[in-house]
């Protein structure tokens, strides 16, 4: 079936605009992240989503930093007033559950190709 | 905290040649995952390969292997016959089992070149 799907592939903006990335997770999976990987770097946690809600949003780095998840399928994420730091390429994962799948494998987080934001 | 470690920022190696790329962590937990995801120019984040901590056995996938130490905290990716394809960066990943958080750590990454 498909995979997790990201848009846009690109996004450039200008200091000050907000943006928003858009993820469509794996059909059926409950279990929705997000990362980001700045240039250089690892990729750092932001938020993590069971169905609509957000049990560890800890990754999120300011205020400015939102998301939100509707229908137990796509996601938001939003970042307010953005800041030449952002620029970096954001990252959607799904997974069909979280947590422990007694080696199943189920949990096994499967990832989108990113988002490249970059501000000017 | 839990962290991720690769020591080797670059490795290179000849096509057909086996290659080995390092990951340690740390963590208090006894059980845990462990996983290697391979990153092309494309930025897609393939599964190469899991292990559960509590799991033994070392886990394969055709010519990925790890060598998993658990008491030196050691999960080393091992590539035999290594093919054209397989250049892209390498970044070695740990979840823990359970809690209110499901979220992969990651290494800062190993970038594979292979040789022809």
């Known amino acids: 079936g498909a995979g997790v799907s990201q848009s846009p592939s690109n996004k450039v903006t200008e200091k000050g605009k907000d943006v928003e990335l858009r993820c469509d997770p794996i059909s059926g999976h409950t279990a929705l992240y997000w990362y980001r990987q700045s240039l250089g770097q690892g990729l750092e946690f932001l938020i993590y989503?069971?169905?609509?809600?957000?049990?560890?949003k800890s990754g999120l780095p300011s205020d400015r930093f939102s998301a939100e998840r509707t229908g137990g399928s796509v996601s938001t994420l939003t970042i307010q007033r953005t800041q030449q730091e952002d620029s970096a390429v954001y990252l959607c994962a799904s997974s069909l559950v979280p947590g422990f799948s007694g080696g199943t494998g189920t949990d096994t987080q499967y990832f989108g190709p990113g988002t490249r934001l970059t501000v000017l | 905290a839990q962290t991720v470690t690769q020591s080797q920022p670059e490795m290179s190696v000849q096509e057909a040649e086996t290659v080995t790329l390092s990951c340690t962590y740390d963590t208090s937990e006894s059980d845990y995952y462990l996983f290697w995801y391979k990153q092309p120019p494309s930025r897609q984040m393939i599964l190469v390969i899991r292990q559960e901590a509590y799991k033994q056995q070392n886990a394969t996938e055709n010519r990925f292997s790890v060598n998993f130490q658990k008491a030196a905290k050691s999960f080393s990716l091992k590539i035999s016959d290594s093919q054209l394809g397989d250049a892209a960066m390498y970044f070695c990943a740990y979840r823990p089992l359970g809690g209110a958080t499901n979220k992969l750590i990651f290494g800062t990454g190993t970038l594979l070149a292979v040789q022809p």
């Open positions: 989503f069971q169905g609509n809600s957000a049990p560890d």
